[in-house]
């Protein structure tokens, strides 16, 4: 969908009260957190809501208009969204924006209740945001690392609640982040790839359990039974990165650890890590960490 129909500018004032059916009353529980129901026509960028809703099967949101911007993002089952005329398949994972006079239609499948998260914001900064994120502009996206997305739900709610004077500008912050960490975790096509992300999350665990004694690309290929190159492949196309240096970075953060908290000498740590070599293991460190295993002993004891 192009970047333009979402961020069309035909939207009710903001600053009005909510109507009667801002929400769908189709759902068996739901959580609702309530930042700013006022927000100021000149607000850079105000969270209006956000909350989490288990769907019932007959559940139903049917808008010609919506006044605010939302993000929102399926935790569990299955439903459907027509977004401006084109339908999308949701289900876990995925995530979809729309923005105020948008038409859309969001459906649940009634054997597989959705349950979803959303975020409601508004401001003369919202359309830039959202742009930043070319994934969600395209319509719904799959993202490789849900738990990462909910989790960032998980937090938005939590501060929301918390009533604090911080609570409205902690929001405003984590709501960026949940966009860029989409835009980083979103998948262009992500049908007919269920089989590749499967393999990079196996593989990703796998080094995130065995990064002791992984010591190369030619290792964790062996252990996840997989041909190092597609192995390159998948974890291109799902974090950016290589397997590798997914490795280098779990073993620098637990180098890290180690030299922070213990009394072993960086020679010491670069062994454990398999590093024979400790003048690889310094080089590396500052490759991963931007500063020298020496002088990182040096400013975590002074502090």
Avoid at 62 to 90: D, H, K, M, P, Q
Avoid at 99 to 118: E, L, Q, R, S
Wanted: charged share 20%; proline share 7%.
């Amino acid at each position: 969908m192009p970047a333009k129909s979402i961020l069309s500018k035909d939207a009710t004032p903001v600053g009005a009260i909510m109507p009667p059916n801002f929400f769908s009353q189709r759902v068996q529980q739901a959580r609702y957190d309530y930042l700013n129901l006022t927000p100021s026509p000149r607000a850079a960028l105000e969270v209006v809501c956000g909350g989490v809703e288990q769907c019932r099967p007959d559940y139903v949101v049917r808008r010609e208009r919506f006044r605010y911007f939302s993000i929102e993002f399926v935790a569990a089952g299955r439903g459907r969204l027509v977004l401006n005329g084109r339908t999308y398949a949701l289900g876990p994972g995925v995530a979809f924006c729309y923005g105020p006079g948008i038409p859309h239609v969001i459906t649940t499948d009634p054997d597989a209740p959705m349950t979803k998260h959303f975020i409601d914001f508004t401001g003369r900064w919202a359309a830039a945001l959202l742009a930043r994120c070319k994934p969600l502009m395209a319509g719904a996206v799959q993202v490789s690392d849900p738990l990462a997305v909910g989790a960032l739900y998980e937090e938005i709610h939590r501060s929301a609640r918390t009533g604090s004077p911080q609570a409205r500008e902690v929001c405003r912050l984590l709501l960026q982040i949940l966009v860029l960490r989409i835009a980083e975790l979103g998948i262009d096509h992500p049908h007919g790839d269920a089989r590749a992300l499967q393999t990079y999350h196996q593989c990703r665990s796998c080094v995130e359990r065995e990064f002791m004694t992984l010591r190369s690309l030619t290792d964790i290929a062996r252990r996840c039974h997989r041909d190092p190159a597609y192995l390159c492949r998948v974890f291109r196309r799902f974090a950016g990165t290589t397997p590798y240096a997914y490795l280098l970075r779990q073993k620098m953060n637990a180098a890290a650890d180690r030299l922070q908290h213990s009394d072993l000498l960086v020679k010491e740590v670069a062994d454990a890590l398999g590093f024979p070599d400790p003048f690889h293991f310094s080089r590396s460190f500052k490759a991963v960490h931007g500063i020298a295993p020496q002088r990182f002993i040096a400013l975590s004891r002074r502090r």
